[in-house]
């Protein structure tokens, strides 16, 4: 069955970097596109971007230019966010999802929480 | 960007019906597809999907779930109620790809 298992709770300061995983199972991961999504506490969802998972290239939305990075380890079957210059609004859950033909977030990732603190 | 409004709370009685209610800022449908998607999230736990293009129950999803609507209004109906329906339901455009945005969610509370 398909799974998308995510990394460990990151504790971090502010202006430090943080990298997080998304490793997935059950289908051949360059069949779908990878997704990541950010809910702060206590707040919604909010779709970051996503990346290619069979030519890399990644996709971000407007909110996550700059700081952000999607990659791949594609010989893992893992997609990878990095987050550079922590600031204290990036204390978040942070999910991988995979996006179907339906246009729907089929398959979720756990999420991995980032809290960042001084 | 569409933008998604949702009621942020709902209050319902176990047993009874819910219907939630998503609009969108521009309409998302083309042709026969509404391209709108349903979640349910439960505290600590990551989404899952329940309904996509408008009305499709995804697999696994018990037929108490059903959605409808089509171009700027949408609608997520839970018939009946159970104590396990209690969560944040969200709504999520797929119109505007390569762009996708999500509503704010409805907490369903028990009245």
């Known amino acids: 069955q398909i799974q998308l298992v995510q990394s460990g709770p990151e504790l971090k300061k502010p202006g430090e970097s943080v990298k997080i995983s998304c490793k997935a199972s059950?289908?051949?991961?360059?069949?779908?596109?990878m997704h990541w999504v950010k809910q702060a506490p206590g707040k919604g969802l909010k779709w970051m971007g996503w990346i290619n998972t069979y030519t890399g290239k990644p996709t971000y939305a407007d909110d996550f230019k700059g700081r952000f990075v999607f990659s791949l380890e594609a010989s893992a079957s893992t997609a990878n966010l990095q987050i550079s210059n922590l600031k204290n609004e990036d204390t978040a859950t942070y999910f991988c999802?995979?996006?179907?033909?339906?246009?729907?977030?089929?398959?979720w990732g756990q999420g991995v929480m980032v809290t960042v603190s001084s | 960007d569409i933008v998604l409004t949702q009621s942020p709370a709902l209050a319902v009685s176990l047993g009874q019906r819910a219907t939630i209610s998503c609009r969108a800022s521009q309409s998302v449908s083309i042709s026969r597809y509404n391209l709108m998607h349903w979640y349910q999230q439960k505290p600590g736990q990551q989404p899952k999907l329940l309904i996509y293009?408008?009305?499709n129950l995804a697999s696994g999803i018990p037929a108490r779930f059903s959605g409808s609507g089509s171009g700027t209004d949408f609608t997520l109906t839970i018939n009946p109620v159970q104590a396990d329906d209690i969560a944040t339901y969200y709504c999520?455009?797929?119109?505007?790809?390569?762009?996708?945005?999500f509503g704010g969610g409805t907490k369903l509370e028990l009245k």
């Open positions: 999520q455009q797929s119109r505007e790809s390569p762009t996708w945005t």
């Open positions: 293009r408008a009305s």
């Open positions: 999802a995979t996006m179907g033909i339906k246009g729907a977030f089929d398959y």
């Open positions: 059950g289908y051949t991961f360059t069949d779908y596109a």
